[in-house]
């Protein structure tokens, strides 16, 4: 079954009630409960331990490592990308975006806008950006 799935910062404890994580939980089957990896049409990346409590860069890059093998074995489906961490985690897309820059570009992976600075290649692949019609 080809998808798109929506991909998107969460906490592990899987309680997805804002932003990104509320939206997925909403619109696209994340689980509460399920702080990473796939549920429903969605992908959740920790970027925080709890609620209230961001992890480490270093400890964010683990999960990101992760899903980019997990992309790697999944590429029926392709996977629209928020900037995670880069809203109720604090993190800038300058601290996000170089953990997707893995030297090639992804063909299954749709980057945020927000990362195109931050991972030159993109800016001469527009195509690979992911558009997020009903995302607020």
Known sequence: LVA??????SNLLGIHG???????????GAEMGVGKGET????????KY???RTMTLD?????VRDFLFWIQEHRENT?????IGCGYAGYKPSDIAPMFHTGNLIENLRYPKEFIEFIPPLQSRPDLIANFPNYP
Do not use: Q
């Not at 932003?19 to 997925?24: D, K, M, P, Q, T």
């Not at 429903?40 to 970027?47: D, E, L, Q, V």
């Open 40 to 47: 429903g049409t969605s992908y959740a990346i920790p970027t």
């Open 4 to 9: 798109e799935i929506f991909v998107f910062g």
């Open 18 to 28: 804002a932003g990104a994580a509320l939206y997925a939980r909403t619109h696209h």
């Open 50 to 52: 709890h609620p209230s």
């Open 79 to 83: 996977y629209l990308l928020t900037p």
């Open 59 to 63: 400890a964010i890059e683990i999960y």
